[in-house]
């Protein structure tokens, strides 16, 4: 089976720390994605990138960085971690291509900074 | 974006079909119809897709009306593992944005 993993699925970080999410899929897709998810906010689009060492921010850039040195890994990162950013990150990837293919996630990280 | 609208919740008996409708008077062209569902501390999973023809996969069945402004998934033997949100979007074809609404959330009963 075709798979996004992500690095962990339980993380408990300190206010002020910085933090590495890590993602990597084994489908040679192109796109890769972070989302977090909050109950009642949905998934909300944080950084995805189309290809190595390109990056572009989704809707709630700030507070985040991202890095992709290699087609198959991308990393998310929280420079200096607040209690707002406790959440469920969630990465994805999918084809580029025109045509709409299904995106596929990982099973997330759910993150607390306390 | 075109915006989905779904049920919050439907419940079904094990071995019975689920019927889970979908509108999107708003579909544009471009837009294809995706379902993911979501179980309990999971990642969204991609259940199917559609343009303009009713789909069928392993999984699911799809079936979009003619004027394409409503869909519904169709799980034909609900199974206690396919208690999950199930989530109806657009999505444009080359577009890299998802946007989940609140999903419909499906109780299975033994």
């Known amino acids: ?114 | 974006d075109a915006k989905t609208t779904q049920p919050n919740s439907m419940e079904s008996n094990e071995e019975e079909p689920v019927h889970l409708p979908c509108n999107h008077s708003t579909i544009s062209g471009t837009d294809y119809i995706h379902w993911y569902r979501q179980l309990p501390s999971q990642g969204p999973e991609y259940v199917i897709h559609g343009l303009t023809s009713n789909v069928n996969n392993r999984m699911a069945s799809l079936a979009i009306a003619e004027d394409r402004k409503s869909s519904t998934l169709i799980l034909h033997r609900a199974t206690l593992r396919d208690a999950a949100v199930y989530y109806c979007i657009l999505i444009k074809a080359a577009g890299n944005k998802l946007t989940f609404g609140g999903g419909t959330r499906v109780l299975v009963k033994p």
């Open chain 1, 1 to 114: 089976d075709v798979k996004v993993t992500q690095s962990s699925r339980y993380l408990v970080k300190r206010t002020g720390e910085k933090v590495f999410l890590e993602c990597v899929q084994d489908m040679d897709h192109e796109n890769m994605f972070w989302y977090r998810q909050d109950p009642g906010l949905g998934l909300r689009l944080i950084y995805f990138s189309y290809d190595v060492k390109m990056k572009e921010k989704g809707d709630i850039p700030e507070g985040y960085s991202v890095s992709r040195e290699k087609k198959e890994r991308f990393s998310l990162i929280l420079e200096s971690a607040s209690t707002n950013q406790t959440s469920m990150y969630l990465c994805a990837s999918k084809l580029m291509t025109v045509r709409a293919y299904g995106y596929t996630f990982g099973s997330g990280t759910r993150l607390t900074v306390v």
